[in-house]
């Protein structure tokens, strides 16, 4: 079974605030004598469900056509946390066995909004959290919040903790109707070259038992 735990990219979507929104742009319509139709789009590299490359953040990191490939596919644990706003600490988890995941989902009350809805509060990752399932050998960690950081943060130390674990994230998830276990996660970026993030198509398969 699939899940699609992408959010949909409409001229609606909220983007975080400042950035370009989505557009398409008619340049050819069949309605209009042309053989095809063929649209120009503008938008955030940082639109809707996103993986951030390391250049978001580092001034010599790698853009999003150069980030490692195998961190984003393969075997990945969900799980919902009550927690609405704030900083998630391992107590968040204590209701889940996290050693011996790979890549870890987190569900929040965000995954309930709606595309166009912006989350006033976001659950969002510490760095203890973060150095613990590095120590676990994770190699990614998703939310469905639109940032590992909090909305005011301009250290970011969440962001730079990733990277110097060598992990990587997702932001912006649609996990609504997902139960928690263990799935199979495909969510490659683009292979956008000066990109400091990717839209991606992530999606969820059921382990064979």
Known sequence: MLYDITRTIRPTM?????????????????TEGAAVNVMTLTTTAHIGTHADAYYHYEADGKYAAEMPLSHYIGRCRVVTVTRNEGALLLEDFAQVDLIGG?????????????????????PYLSVELIEYLAKLDYKLIGLDSPSVDAYDSKELPCHHALQ?????????????????GDYELI?????????????VRAILRTLTQ
């Open 164 to 180: 110097q674990h060598k992990m990587v994230n997702l932001e912006q998830l649609m996990l609504r109707d997902v139960p928690d």
């Open 14 to 30: 909220h983007v975080w605030p400042g950035l370009t929104p989505y557009h398409a742009e008619p340049m050819l319509q069949i």
């Open 102 to 122: 790979e890549r870890l989902l987190i569900h929040s009350h965000v995954s309930n909004l709606a595309d166009e809805q912006w989350p006033e509060e976001i």
């Open 187 to 199: 969510a490659l970026p683009l292979k956008l070259d000066l990109a400091c993030a990717s839209p």
